[in-house]
């Protein structure tokens, strides 16, 4: 069963923000939310993981809702090599391994 | 980040034949690895949890005498896919977590198998 909800697909210009949103409305307390993403043929890559406060990274900025309900991933300035399709998984810790919803294709237009 | 690669990256075999599918940790001692298959336009499904030294975790519905998976050092973790059948043609994708940090999940490049 799938324990996250995000839209289908997007579209964002380049240059662009790109807000990618996910609903987690059952997230328990000690799961953590990780948003992967995969480009076309290739295996996911790593973007950002958090479990209450917002974090940033190189890549991209993460906001978690105080309730933990909803989260929102952000591309502050999408290229096109960020066309992907993200997903964003919830899980806790050890070893749990991450299932993979449907995710959302993020296309990023010149 | 940590590397995780596979052998090969894409393999085409006769139906009946086996196919041995390596996915290694390049700079990181890897206790779990997990194996995923995609089929086209579909997510990942996760197949199996590897632990290191002990019998894999097999998910409901996947055979573990058709994928034999073998996790023999902290860095290699092997899949078998015996008796490839066309239906078994996916991409195979593997991961692996660094030992003592649970964090975060690196995956490989994966491996096109196609069935003849």
């Known amino acids: 069963d799938a324990k996250t909800t995000q839209p289908t697909s997007m579209d964002c210009a380049e240059g662009r923000a790109a807000n990618l949103p996910c609903n987690h409305s059952?997230?328990?307390?000690?799961?953590?939310v990780y948003w992967y993403r995969q480009i076309h043929s290739q295996g996911p890559q790593y973007i950002i993981h958090?479990?209450?406060n917002n974090e940033t990274n190189e890549m991209a900025s993460l906001i978690i809702t105080e309730d933990r309900k909803s989260s929102t991933l952000i591309l502050p300035h999408a290229t096109l090599r960020d066309t992907a399709v993200y997903y964003c998984?919830?899980?806790?810790?050890?070893?749990?391994?991450?299932?993979f919803g449907k995710g959302t294709r993020l296309s990023v237009i010149a | 980040g940590a590397v995780v690669s596979q052998h090969p990256s894409r393999v085409i075999c006769k139906s009946g034949t086996s196919v041995k599918i390596e996915c290694r940790s390049l700079?990181?001692?890897?206790?779990?690895m997990f194996w995923y298959r995609q089929f086209p336009k579909q997510s990942l499904m996760l197949m199996a949890t590897s632990n290191e030294g002990s019998k894999a975790t097999y998910e409901q519905g996947v055979e573990k005498d058709k994928f034999l998976i073998n996790h023999a050092s902290l860095t290699l973790s092997t899949l078998t896919v015996t008796s490839a059948h066309p239906e078994d043609s996916s991409f195979y994708i593997c991961s692996a977590r660094e030992a003592g940090r649970w964090e975060t999940q690196y995956f490989g490049p994966g491996t096109r198998l196609l069935v003849l």
């Open positions: 059952t997230i328990s307390g000690n799961e953590y």
């Open positions: 998984i919830v899980v806790n810790s050890g070893n749990t391994p991450l299932v």
């Open positions: 700079d990181f001692q890897a206790t779990t």
């Open positions: 958090g479990l209450k």
